[in-house]
């Protein structure tokens, strides 16, 4: 299994994509073809798992997917096949044709208009590695993650070790001008580690997201983590039942702040069904949250000159100094809305909060009782209502200082519009991309949440 290189996948695609145009265009006219978008994608993946010291699993393969999309007028109609053949894909074609008519109207879901395509040179953001890693590197690499959690005292066993790459080329074209080649490699790695003492068994683990191998964590220390985090939710307790201040590190941070992009997602701001609906620009966090989206990073985890749409990505601001700056919408979401479409046809990018001025220990250091938050299990986030419930585990705090008792189980609950409302930042935003955060966000305090315990 060898993946094809940038230029390889060009060849094959741009062929097959220009002829099925063609194809709309000469047999589409009788049934009202107007325009015609065609999507062809490969996708090579290598996965492996170890299981004490040994390959326990390693599966590869390479998959072609072509997706059309046929507009006839204000109707339009998709269909996927997971073939390159022409045949194949005419004849596909030649049956959604016949029966585009019956489509329901949808003019939001337009291709973009010709005018607004950009056409310009695209960076080059150097999402795709040309190292090519061996089989034997990639296995090394998680065996050592393996070894190296299982060498952390305290540590039983491991739940699951496993490292993947996948190689992807996609070829987007249009009728109204789109013409976009992307190439970008990713790789992964986690490990899930069980730790164990006299009073019973823990779960934790860690990983590692990077578009360059040599970007990836390094293995040992990967391996380190996820058996101290595993290590340390030993003995964890419930706290007792309470209103206490809170702070979050880097990881729970990150799943909270995602709550903003749920709360901000243009169909949920279409729908009505978010309480920000009416808020732009109005203060809706804290002064000292700006929240920024970056696609031009090189090496980024979701970086992208321009999106599938065609509208060149550029950097904006969802929220500055706590006020909403930009809902976070699609073309389609967009042309509903009645807002200028921002580029995010794929959804955010490389997403962060920009960080405080304090330190994490200033920002705990005033706090008599609180927790300290590692992580969320599961739970419920309603941004029809703000309601905030989630399950959590990490460390109390007393007199300033994180301690050692380790806390499991309880549930954090609030409403978003106060706990917004409520937020101090540290200084720790991780760096970009060189972190496994396509959301990095700093440790962050807020003062008042209800903690349902014991």
């Known amino acids: 299994m060898v993946a094809s290189k940038p230029k390889e996948f060009e060849r094959a695609a741009r062929p097959v994509a220009e002829a099925l145009i063609k194809h709309a265009k000469e047999e589409g006219a009788k049934y009202g073809i107007t325009d015609v978008k065609v999507v062809i994608s490969e996708n090579t993946e290598r996965e492996a798992e170890i299981e004490r010291g040994h390959v326990a699993r390693a599966v590869g393969g390479t998959t072609h997917k072509v997706t059309v999309t046929l507009y006839a007028g204000d109707r339009n109609i998709s269909f996927t096949k997971n073939t390159l053949g022409m045949t194949a894909l005419k004849n596909a074609m030649d049956e959604n044709m016949k029966v585009i008519h019956l489509a329901p109207e949808n003019p939001s879901a337009a291709l973009l208009e010709k005018e607004k ?5 695209q960076s080059d953001l150097n999402l795709y590695d040309i190292t090519e890693p061996s089989n034997e590197t990639l296995i090394n690499y998680a065996k050592e993650v393996e070894a190296a959690a299982m060498a952390v005292k305290g540590t039983k ?15 987007i074209m249009a009728t109204n001008g789109v ?9 992964q790695a986690s490990a899930s580690v069980v730790a164990e003492d006299e009073k019973g068994m823990q779960i934790d683990g860690e990983y590692s997201v990077s578009r360059h191998f040599c970007d990836m964590a390094g293995a040992k220390d990967l391996g380190r983590r996820a058996g101290l985090n595993a290590v340390g939710k030993l003995g964890a307790n419930l706290p007792d039942t309470g209103e206490y201040p809170i702070v979050l590190d880097n990881d729970a941070a990150e799943s909270f702040f995602n709550s903003v992009f749920q ?24 002064a000292e ?15 992208r000159a321009v999106d599938t749409a065609g509208i060149k990505s550029e950097e904006i601001t969802f929220v500055e100094n706590g006020v909403l700056k930009s809902f976070n ?32 220990d200033e920002l705990i250091s005033d706090i008599k009782e609180g927790i300290y938050i590692q992580g969320f299990q599961g739970g419920t986030v309603n941004v029809n209502n703000g309601t905030y419930s989630r399950q959590a585990y990490g460390k109390m705090i007393r007199n300033g200082k994180i301690t050692d008792e380790s806390v499991d189980g309880f549930i954090v609950s609030g409403n978003l519009k106060d706990m917004f409302m409520d937020i101090s930042l540290a200084d720790d935003t991780p760096a970009q991309p060189k972190s496994k955060h396509s959301l990095a966000a700093p440790t962050t305090r807020i003062n008042r949440a209800t903690i349902a315990g014991k």
């Open 263 to 286: 709360a901000i997602d243009g169909t949920a701001i279409h729908q009505g069904a978010s309480f920000l609906k009416d808020k732009l620009e109005q203060q809706i966090m804290s």
């Open 157 to 171: 066993a491991t739940r699951s070790v496993s490292m993947s790459k996948k190689n992807t080329h996609v070829l």
């Open 289 to 303: 949250v700006t929240i920024t989206d970056n696609p031009n990073l090189h090496r980024g985890i979701a970086s």
């Open 179 to 187: 013409d976009i080649q992307e190439s970008r490699t990713l790789y």
């Open 117 to 121: 395509v950009y056409t310009g040179p």
């Open 329 to 360: 919408s699609n073309l389609a979401e967009s042309r509903k809305l009645g807002i200028e479409p921002i580029g995010r046809e794929n959804g955010r990018t490389n997403t962060r909060v920009q960080p405080g001025i304090e330190t994490p």
